[in-house]
Structure formats: structure tokens, C-alpha cells
């Protein structure tokens, strides 16, 4: 089954510091990415999302992430992050063999210092 | 309102008793999906409507899940004879419905079950 993977499950940081989360997923076809972000309390919003084109995107608040196809990733970055940045974030992939949903991957929580 | 909105934001229930969550999409979405994210299991797609079609159930974990979508808008996820594993947070999203698109999230139910 197509799969999707975040390695770093809690992230600590402090204010200022740069920030790469990863995502893999498990498929060689045709790929639609996503990040989303759940902030304390709120619902899931849309950082940023890849179709086509340019691998490297740029998302809200500074956020951006890089397609490399051949490994089949999706990480996202931010130079410098932000005590407001605190909170968990999710890879999703819509894989192009299975219909419209999104798998997700297991969720990154990020909290960063003041 | 302009977002995706789901009701009731909490519901607790007894083991056996059967639920039933609604999500009202936004307007001119003709594409609707639930999700579960629950501690063990992470995100995990249930099922999904686009317009007319039949939906796509093949996420839905047990024949006492069940969803309908009347007039192409408002949907209702029902849980019959709820288990203690059902509980979760249900989340609702949609989609415009024309290719390569974003799906935007609802603020959840979260359903306890005793």
C-alpha cells in the first residue's frame, strides 16, 4: 500500500533556528503534495502544495518545500522560525492511482522557544 | 460562512449507541471527504463524495460506518453500535471538485465514546 512517511514525530527548537521537516512517500507515479498545519486548537490549514512545475514552492508565513522526485520526498523548510510556529504538521499526498484523498503521514510536533 | 463547518464540535456517547455527524461544506464544493484522526492511527481517509457519482468507501473501517451526502451539500457520518476505538476526532473537507485541487478541513468532531 502507497504510504507516506515523516521521520521527525517532535522537533524542538528555538526561536531563530532553521527548520527542515521531512516526508517521504512511497510511490513512483504521478504525485499531488501537500503540507498542512494544525495549530493548538485549530483545524488543519494549507501551508503550501505541489502539483507541478517548479519543485521548490513557497507556502504562507515564510515556509517553503522542495519535490525531489527521485527521492521521493517532500521536506519542508523554514530559515528562521517563530514561537508562533509551534505546532504539528502534516505531509499529505494525493497519489495519482487512488482517487482523490489524501494520505497523510504521521505528524510532526514542532515547538519552539522563545 | 465561507469555510468548511461541522457540528457538534464534541459528543460523548455510551458504547452501542449509534451517532451521527454532520459537515456542511463550502459553498460550490462538489467534492466531500471524511477523515478520523485518532492517537493510534493518525489521519486516515474514510470515505469520499464527488457530485453525483458514487462515493468512494473504501476507507470506512467497519460496516457500522456509513455516510450520505443529500443534495450534493450537506453530509452526515453515522456510527452505528459505537465502540470505545471509535473515538476520534471526525474531520469533514472539500474540494471544488475540478482536478488538481486543495481540500480544506472543518474543525472536527471530537467523539468520546464510554
Known amino acids: 500500500a502507497q504510504s507516506v512517511s515523516q521521520h521527525n514525530h517532535h522537533v524542538i527548537l528555538s526561536e531563530a533556528a532553521s527548520l527542515e521537516l521531512g516526508c517521504n512517500y512511497s510511490?513512483?507515479?504521478?504525485?499531488?503534495l501537500f503540507w498542512y498545519v494544525q495549530y493548538p486548537g485549530q483545524h488543519l490549514q494549507l501551508l503550501l502544495k505541489y502539483f507541478s512545475g517548479d519543485p521548490l514552492v513557497k507556502g504562507i508565513k515564510g515556509f517553503e518545500a522542495e519535490f525531489i522526485k527521485s527521492k521521493f520526498s517532500f521536506n519542508l523548510r523554514k530559515p528562521s522560525v517563530q514561537w508562533s510556529d509551534t505546532a504539528e504538521y502534516f505531509c499529505?499526498?494525493?497519489?495519482?492511482?487512488?482517487?482523490?484523498?489524501?494520505?497523510f503521514g504521521g505528524g510532526t510536533r514542532l515547538m519552539v522557544k522563545p | 460562512g465561507a469555510g468548511v463547518s461541522q457540528s457538534p464540535s464534541n459528543k460523548v456517547t455510551e458504547k452501542g449507541k449509534d451517532v451521527e455527524l454532520r459537515c456542511d461544506p463550502i459553498?460550490?464544493?462538489?467534492?466531500l471527504y471524511w477523515y478520523r484522526q485518532s492517537l493510534g492511527q493518525g489521519l486516515e481517509f474514510l470515505i469520499y463524495?464527488?457530485?453525483?457519482?458514487?462515493?468512494?468507501k473504501s476507507g470506512l473501517p467497519s460496516d457500522r460506518f456509513s455516510a450520505e451526502r443529500t443534495g450534493g451539500s450537506v453530509s452526515t457520518l453515522t456510527i452505528q453500535r459505537t465502540q470505545q476505538e471509535d473515538s476520534a476526532v471526525y474531520l469533514c473537507?472539500?474540494?471544488?471538485?475540478?482536478?488538481?485541487?486543495?481540500?480544506?478541513f472543518g474543525p472536527g468532531t471530537r467523539l468520546l465514546v464510554l
Open positions: 473537507a472539500s474540494s471544488s471538485g475540478t482536478g488538481q485541487e486543495t481540500q480544506y
Open positions: 499529505a499526498v494525493n497519489f495519482g492511482n487512488a482517487g482523490n484523498m489524501l494520505t
Open positions: 463524495f464527488q457530485g453525483n457519482s458514487a462515493p468512494d
Open positions: 510511490y513512483g507515479g504521478t504525485v499531488n
Open positions: 459553498s460550490g464544493h462538489t467534492a
